[in-house]
């Protein structure tokens, strides 16, 4: 099993671009989350799905859209980057919200 | 308002020496807590997790973690640390259905020869 794969691993975007970033899990779990991740701040949730067909907001959702496109994919879109998006972003799954959550490797963006 | 607390930014220990890493929480119910370690460039790993039951609990790594309610504590340990032991790590913590969970800012561990 691959668990939670991410992709793109690195991008460069100038501002005002667009670009999406992809997860995908293999785990049959219901929730998942995208986190953004910089330096002493923590991870800070952007937006969460707890079962297909939901999204919420988390802490930091201004700027970027979510899709949960069936149970195992969960897409993370930036309509017009700005350079304060510059940043690592971690997908992550659970069987449920509150569980145990399993982490992609992330995608270090960084914005010009 | 919930919260977990890492008061520890940065330790460094010498190989071979005993860790422990505080985690304090603020909860309303009895939460799942969990520990995970961030190597550099890597995502989050899973150490160990406390749902119920033995309050002591095992990981991964050669790890462990003590739940104290009355200390509202999650203090993660272990006997002797091994230069690879060197990473990040956060605490979090959880409630069945409850949303997402809360994580710590996180604690850098440094290890030297």
């Known amino acids: 099993n691959a668990g939670v794969t991410q992709t793109p691993k690195f991008q460069v975007l100038k501002t005002g671009q667009s670009m999406t970033l992809q997860c995908a899990q293999d785990?049959?779990?219901?929730?998942m989350y995208w986190y953004r991740q910089d330096p002493g701040m923590g991870l800070r949730l952007i937006y969460y799905?707890?079962?297909?067909?939901?999204?919420d907001k988390g802490e930091v959702p201004n700027g970027y859209n979510v899709s949960r496109l069936n149970k195992r994919e969960f897409s993370l879109r930036l309509e017009s980057a700005a350079p304060s998006q510059t940043s690592v972003y971690f997908c992550a799954s659970s069987s449920q919200t509150g569980y145990e959550q399993y982490f992609g490797p992330g995608t270090r963006l960084t914005v010009t | 308002a919930q919260s977990v607390t890492q008061p520890d930014i940065h330790i460094t220990v010498s190989e071979g020496a005993s860790l422990e890493l505080r985690c304090n929480y603020s909860y309303g119910a009895t939460p799942y807590l969990f520990w995970y370690v961030q190597s550099p460039g890597q995502g989050l790993q899973l150490l160990l997790k406390y749902f119920s039951g033995d309050t002591l609990v095992q990981g991964i790594k050669g790890f462990e973690a003590e739940f104290k309610r009355s200390q509202s504590s999650f203090n993660l340990r272990k006997p002797s640390v091994h230069w690879s032991d060197a990473a990040e790590y956060f605490c979090?913590?959880?409630?069945?259905?409850?949303?997402?969970?809360?994580f710590g800012k996180g604690t850098k561990l440094s290890v030297k020869p």
């Open positions: 799905s707890a079962s297909e067909g939901t999204t």
């Open positions: 785990m049959n779990h219901n929730s």
């Open positions: 979090a913590v959880g409630e069945r259905s409850q949303g997402n969970l809360i």
